[in-house]
Nanobody
């Protein structure tokens, strides 16, 4: 059974940093994507950053220049470094893995880790 687990959320002041980590156990697809999504109350879920199986990385416009995605293939972990955090970054952050990087292509989801940015 595939299991996705994320960690690293917390509460920080605006302008601060956080680092989120994710691991996906048991995924065996030859072509896959791993991604971070976020959602806050009253807003649609947004894909924050994604990495394809070939290493291609994409970012949402809202986080470009502030967030950095990286992957450790040996440890099968995904890291999201979040710098210059803004109050609007406050959300539940989810790690997901699936067949392709669109939200509907995500087959497995973590339970989320909460990021709160204080204004």
């Amino acid at each position: 059974q595939v299991h996705v687990q994320e960690s690293g959320g917390g509460s920080v002041q605006a302008g601060g940093t956080l680092r989120l980590s994710c691991v996906a156990f048991g995924y065996t697809g030859s072509t896959y994507c791993m991604a971070w999504f976020r959602q806050s109350p009253g807003k649609e879920r947004e894909r924050v950053a994604a990495i394809e199986s070939d290493g291609t990385i994409t970012y949402a416009d809202s986080v470009k220049g502030r967030f950095t995605l990286s992957k450790d293939n040996a440890k099968h972990t995904l890291t999201l470094q979040m710098n210059s955090l803004k109050p609007e970054d406050t959300a539940m952050y989810y790690c997901a893995a699936g067949r392709w990087c669109a939200e509907r292509g995500m087959d497995y989801w973590g339970k989320g880790t909460l990021v709160t940015v204080l204004s």
